[in-house]
């Protein structure tokens, strides 16, 4: 259980950062670099709904990566219900859709959409709300769609050691509506799969039959 520290109590490895205590001398030295950035991109910093505007964006941007602070409380789990010998298999738990948001790392532009997060448990069981914060500590930080979702996975099996792990994210990107091709329809979705949902396809499939059928956007 060690190495859950580095996973859900601060940054993952191997890209740590250093600590996010930031001095008052530090945010004056970035609202005046981010108020530089503004008025040179054409914004008028001299009316009274834009003087703030260089401070609420950092404070924004700060609380949209507080991923990097980590969540003690997911160090959290309880013995399994399973009343047979611990090897037993329990029917897999599946949660979602979990809402997210997240900054893509290549244009930290945001980029949102749904989780849902499967487990066939093994001793340990979590609670339900612990899901919502593995998907919501990973996503608040500077990613890409494909790495959040091996670091929930990941970080679940940590966790738990169960029999195996589902994560299907489904998003979209505003770095592909508001620049470049500006796609305005398209998704992306991404799964993956740990430990028996790798070798069961009717485990993969009761899982997505089951996320297909709770689809948040339709």
Request: glycine fraction near 8%; aromatic fraction near 8%; proline fraction near 5%.
């Amino acid at each position: 259980m060690a190495a859950l520290s580095t996973h859900l109590l601060g940054p993952a490895a191997p890209r740590q950062v250093a600590s996010r205590a930031i001095s008052p001398e530090d945010w004056q030295r970035y609202e005046t670099a981010m108020g530089e950035i503004f008025t040179a991109f054409g914004m008028d910093l001299e009316t009274p709904g834009t003087a703030l505007t260089p401070t609420r964006f950092l404070k924004a941007l700060h609380d949209a990566t507080s991923g990097y602070d980590g969540d003690p409380k997911l160090l959290t789990a309880f013995p399994t219900e399973c009343r047979c010998d611990s090897g037993c298999l329990v029917s897999q738990v599946i949660e979602g859709p979990i809402s997210f948001y997240s900054l893509c790392e290549h244009h930290s532009l945001p980029f949102h959409g749904f989780a849902h997060v499967g487990y066939v448990a093994h001793d340990r069981i979590i609670g339900i709300s612990k899901l919502t914060r593995l998907v919501r500590l990973y996503a608040r930080r500077f990613t890409v769609q494909e790495r959040l979702g091996e670091q929930i996975a990941t970080a679940l099996e940590e966790l738990m050691e169960p029999h195996g792990v589902a994560v299907h994210l489904e998003a979209v990107h505003l770095c592909t509506q508001m620049r470049g091709v500006r796609e305005e329809h398209s998704k992306t979705v991404t799964s993956m799969w740990r430990g028996g949902y790798t070798e069961d396809a009717e485990l993969r499939r009761e899982f997505l039959d089951e996320v297909r059928s709770r689809n948040p956007w339709s």
